[in-house]
């Protein structure tokens, strides 16, 4: 079984900043694939970022590109979601998630790829 636990979510004001952690238990992951998706309000779940554990490419959503970073800490099992240029449209529940077999170009932005969630965090970001 796989914990997934989430943290760093709060209120900003647009153009701020926030920096999302996941920390990982349970199981090793270097053949995992780990990624950050989000829902807002009435709204489907969005892709944001995913990468492998063992590395390669990182993908990332159209609507991110350029302001979001993702990084992984290898020793501490946690990946990192740095976000910059932070706007309205951003404000949802943030989700990481754990998949059990690496993406690839053409899967990395499908739910189903992932296996594991954690609980989520609110980012809101006022105008």
């Known amino acids: 079984q796989v914990q997934l636990v989430e943290s760093g979510g709060g209120l900003v004001q647009a153009g701020g900043s926030l920096r999302l952690s996941c920390a990982a238990s349970?199981?090793?992951?270097?053949?995992?694939?780990m990624g950050w998706f989000r829902q807002a309000p009435g709204k489907e779940r969005e892709f944001v970022t995913a990468?492998?554990?063992?590395?390669?490419?990182?993908y990332y959503g159209d609507s991110v590109k350029g302001r979001f970073t993702l990084s992984r800490d290898t020793a501490k099992n946690t990946v990192y979601l740095q976000m910059n240029s932070l706007k309205p449209e951003d404000t949802a529940v943030y989700y990481c998630?754990?998949?059990?077999?690496?993406?690839?170009?053409?899967?990395?932005?499908?739910?189903?790829?992932?296996?594991?969630w954690g609980q989520g965090t609110q980012v809101t970001v006022s105008s």
């Open positions: 998630a754990a998949g059990l077999g690496p993406i690839n170009s053409r899967n990395y932005y499908l739910a189903t790829k992932y296996n594991y």
């Open positions: 349970g199981r090793t992951f270097s053949r995992y694939a």
């Open positions: 990468c492998n554990w063992s590395g390669g490419n990182i």
